[in-house]
């Protein structure tokens, strides 16, 4: 297999000259940090994604989990265990969480782009960190002070294990159609119901799992409004925080999948016996708004799924086509890699953007969320608050799309070499594809976006991601070199404030036209904000360009000179890059915008009145 690849000067840009995480270091919380330590972490970071998590893609991918149906047990792939006892020794998990819980307190930012790193090294193994972050996270938000004293600390510090129990057969989507039972016994609740696809619902790294679970109470109502949370541990806990007998909770299977095969995907059986206990996170029918903190955070996790493996994907095509020697150089005639055919160097651009455009996205969004937490004054606490929910389904849906049909290109630039398992490239592709699926499937995400996360605050939190957008396209409209893609840019944006407002007025009229175009809608919306980031890190990266060019006496549209410099100098490289792939976009995403919207203003509903 070949080594895992990542791009890290491109996350420390993207992390600390874009998103700009030296901010934090000036607020209460985070102001022991510098940049050298948010560097070492990172470097540490690959480190250990190259060192520990790479070795055991394959081998997770090619054994897969096991199920044994007579003890009901699950074995994870060989060097599993011994990697997740040094990810916990690390600090990796629960790395920004809270100190008082054991946590390492980072910021969440630098957590995204440490796990950028993890997950493209091994995302099969990840997801194991990050459900149980995720469930501790509730227990540390809803659950009472026993069940933190009793929990939180074991959960954080991967003692024990968390996840997310949904989905059963009747309610996948529709999370409303829940049948698990809860009725309340004394201090507890006895739960009773099925759960299926459960990641990690069952495994043998730790002693413990603890299930964050949505049931019913006995007489709630129907739907979403009727369901509560509970946490149901794997094995019940005495008051000294021992562990006592089992709380019957049954693995009674795990899914033979696509990819992510050394993830365990369950079907869980609770209180089969009836001696499940659970106890309530939060307020009896309010779980749904409780377990939407575990899957937001999820959601923006699933987004950077799709463009970590994007990245690695990338990573391993461009060196496959470095070396990859096809035909004949169509200028100089001579034999050449498939680096120099026009059509390969076109595919690689694509990957180049998705990749790099949904990283920033996903960056920018955790300083945001960042700065949520972390703000002085309650003005701006809901200003990046409001960033985050509207960028969280754009993060979730645009991000794994773009980031699978990137991987797709990935395995296309490697020829017959990509279809092959041993080049590690259409696993990529196969692990990558779940990411459009669960933590709510990217069609509704684009429900979310339109119907709720649009219109949220009379439209408040578009209009600053808007105004954000603004603020580049006015500084840099008349930029000698950008300045025609700042414009590109501005008229994107004017097309989606154009095609919002369309929505906003015309599904009152019509309410199926929004939502038959919500995923159209999405993939627009998403374009302009990877657009929006590519530009910004480009008109970063111009003043560096500039200075290496004046001092080396190249232009930029010297192909033939860029090209010398860049084999000779990184730095050149870099942010020539940095120009070029934002150019490429501008010219050739952005401005499909304006046919998108066309499409979308037509009003089309023929697929509502064929039959199917
Ligand atoms: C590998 C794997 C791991 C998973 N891990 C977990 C886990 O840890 N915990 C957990 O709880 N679940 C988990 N899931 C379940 C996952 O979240 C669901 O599969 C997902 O939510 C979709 O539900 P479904 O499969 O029932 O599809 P359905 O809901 O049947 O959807 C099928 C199609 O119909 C569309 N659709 C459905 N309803 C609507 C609607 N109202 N409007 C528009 N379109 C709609 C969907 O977008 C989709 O395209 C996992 C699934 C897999 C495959």
Redesign the pocket.
């Known amino acids: 297999m070949p080594d895992f690849i990542a791009d890290l000067r491109d996350i420390k840009f993207a992390l600390i000259e874009q998103a700009g995480i030296e901010k934090l270091f000036k607020t209460e919380k985070h102001k022991e940090l510098d940049r050298g330590t948010v560097e070492s972490i990172l470097d540490e970071a690959y480190k250990f994604a190259r060192e520990v998590l790479a070795p055991i893609n394959a081998v997770g991918d090619a054994d897969g989990a096991k199920f044994d149906k007579a003890t009901g047990k699950v074995t994870l792939p060989k060097g599993f265990k011994e990697a997740f006892g040094l990810y916990r020794e690390n600090g990796w998990l629960g790395f920004s969480a809270s100190t008082e819980w054991g946590g390492q307190g980072m910021p969440y930012a630098l957590q995204i782009a440490a796990n950028d790193l993890f997950f493209g090294a091994c995302l099969a193994f990840c997801l194991e960190a990050l459900?149980t972050t995720g469930a501790a996270h509730l227990v540390e938000t809803f659950g009472n002070d026993e069940l933190k004293k009793i929990f939180l600390e074991k959960m954080y510090t991967g003692v024990w294990a968390g996840?997310?129990?949904?989905?059963e057969p009747g309610?996948?989507?529709?999370v409303g159609a829940c049948r698990t039972k809860a009725k309340k016994e004394g201090d507890h609740y006895a739960i009773e119901g099925e759960?299926?696809?459960?990641?990690?619902?069952e495994q043998d790294l730790t002693p413990n799992i603890c299930h964050a679970v949505l049931a019913r109470i006995e007489g709630a109502p129907e739907g979403t409004k009727g369901l509560s949370l509970f946490l149901v541990p794997k094995v019940r806990v005495k008051a000294d925080g021992s562990l006592g007998e089992p709380n019957d909770v049954v693995c009674s299977g795990i899914?033979h999948?696509m990819g992510?095969h050394a993830?365990p995907?369950c079907a869980l059986v609770f209180g089969g016996n009836g001696k499940c206990h659970g106890y309530l996170l939060g307020e009896e029918h309010k779980g749904m708004r409780a377990m939407f903190q575990m899957m937001n955070e999820a959601r923006i996790d699933v987004g950077l799924q799709g463009a970590a493996l994007a990245n690695a994907a990338y990573q391993l095509a461009l060196a496959f086509a470095r070396e990859r020697k096809q035909g004949k150089n169509l200028v100089t005639g001579k034999d050449a890699t498939i680096l120099e055919h026009p059509d390969v160097r076109h595919m690689l651009m694509w990957q180049k953007a998705i990749a790099e455009g949904c990283r920033a996205l996903l960056l920018r969004t955790a300083i945001f969320e960042d700065l949520a937490n972390t703000s002085a004054s309650e003005e701006d606490r809901n200003r990046y608050n409001g960033l985050v929910e509207i960028l969280t389904p754009i993060c979730k849906a645009y991000a794994s799309d773009q980031g699978f049909r990137s991987a797709e290109l990935s395995l296309q630039t490697m020829g017959g070499y990509g279809y092959l398992k041993e080049y590690g490239v259409e696993q990529y592709l196969r692990d990558n594809k779940?990411a459009s699926?669960?933590?709510?499937?990217?069609?509704?995400q684009a429900?979310d976006l339109m119907g709720r996360k649009l219109p949220a605050k009379g439209g408040a939190d578009f209009k600053s991601l808007i105004t954000l957008m603004s603020e580049l396209t006015q500084k840099y409209a008349k930029h000698p070199t950008l300045g025609p893609e700042v414009g590109i840019l501005a008229q994107a944006r004017d097309v989606l404030v154009d095609v919002s407002m369309f929505f906003a007025a015309e599904g009152a009229k019509k309410p199926l036209l929004p939502?038959l175009n919500a995923t159209v809608y999405l993939d627009l919306f998403g374009q302009v904000v990877v657009g929006w980031l590519l530009i910004e890190q480009a008109t970063l990266a111009m003043p560096r360009l500039d200075a290496i060019l004046k001092a080396k006496g190249v232009s930029l549209t010297d192909a033939a000179a860029l090209q010398k410099l860049c084999d000779a100098d990184a730095d050149a490289k870099f942010y020539a890059g940095k120009v070029k792939v934002a150019q490429f976009y501008a010219r050739r995403a952005l401005t499909q915008c304006a046919a998108k919207a066309a499409v979308l203003k037509a009003g089309d509903q023929s697929a509502l009145e064929v039959a199917l």
């Open positions: 459900l996840t997310m129990c949904l989905t309610a996948g989507s529709d759960k299926i696809f459960i990641s990690y619902g899914e999948k992510i993830s995907t779940i699926i669960y933590e709510g499937t990217n069609g509704i429900l939502v």
